[in-house]
């Protein structure tokens, strides 16, 4: 899943304390930028580091800041930036770019995190930016717990337009926060087609079988295939993996503050 550093200059883009340093220069013309920031459930986290393998991405840059968890993420003995960006051309030709982390990023940051995600895709000239997300449903009963729906919202009439003709369920009222609600309302401004997908999850656990349906509907969105059969079934210890590692990181990332989270009711 997680690629080596990589021997070609460094390309720095810096926007107000972010940085996003790319270790290689690739052609995402046209393509699409998955945000993978954590949010309920850690769906985020779990759908960028599931396609990333799925896919075969590889590591083309990280982005820095002074406010990131001082730390390193270490992955079958490789030290990796808490947040990193992966890419990688799929065999239908669609163009994809990936930003992962495990962290949720401090509300003061959140502003100028999303304005270098979206300046980063402009650009590299890519046309569609998705940002799956957790949402906890109110009134939902503990027999309807095993099936989880997906939402979908776009900034845009053209993105809504094609959330209808896929039949994608569209997100009605709510709040969307952090990473997400930002990108959509940049998206909405500056005319650049943003899609949140929200898929229902367990607000006490990582979520693999939400992180699975929203995988379905961006596989949807986008065009491609890919199988989520192995998440389904690995789901039990993709969570109990996510929760020791989450465990071992508390101490060091304790002052990290909560960001809301999107929510619907039922």
């Known amino acids: 899943m997680l690629g080596w550093y990589y021997s070609a200059p460094k390309v720095v883009m810096q926007l107000e304390d972010i940085e996003i340093v790319d270790f290689e220069e690739m052609n995402l013309t046209n393509g699409a930028v998955i945000a993978g920031f ?8 779990i759908v960028a580091n599931y396609m990333i393998d799925a896919l075969g991405l590889k590591q083309i840059g990280a982005m820095e800041s002074p406010h990131f968890p001082t730390l390193s993420v270490v992955h079958t003995g490789e030290p990796l930036s808490p947040v990193r960006i992966y890419g990688g051309t799929l065999a239908n030709g669609q163009k994809l770019a990936v930003f992962v982390s495990e962290f949720k990023p401090k509300p003061n940051l959140i502003n100028s ?3 270098a995600i979206m300046l980063w895709s402009k650009k590299k000239g890519c046309k569609l930016m998705i940002s799956p997300e957790g949402m906890v449903v109110e009134g939902k009963t503990a027999e309807d717990e095993m099936i989880v729906d997906a939402y979908a919202i776009g900034s845009t009439e053209n993105a809504r337009a094609t959330l209808a003709a896929k039949n994608i369920p569209q997100f009605k009222n709510g709040i969307i926060a952090g990473v997400s609600g930002v990108l959509l309302n940049k998206g909405k401004h500056e005319k650049f087609d943003v899609i949140s997908i929200l898929a229902e999850a367990h607000p006490n656990y990582p ?9 379905n509907v961006i596989a949807l969105v986008i065009g491609i295939d890919i199988n989520v059969g192995p998440l389904y079934d690995e789901a039990e210890r993709i969570e109990k993996q996510l929760q020791r590692f ?4 508390k101490p ?3 002052g990290a503050s909560q960001i809301p989270q999107p929510e619907m009711y039922g």
């Open 38 to 45: 954590p949010s309920i459930g850690l769906v985020s986290t």
């Open 113 to 115: 995190l999303s304005n």
């Open 207 to 215: 979520d693999a079988r939400a992180a699975a349906s929203a995988i």
């Open 246 to 249: 989450h465990k071992q990181a």
């Open 252 to 254: 060091i990332v304790s």
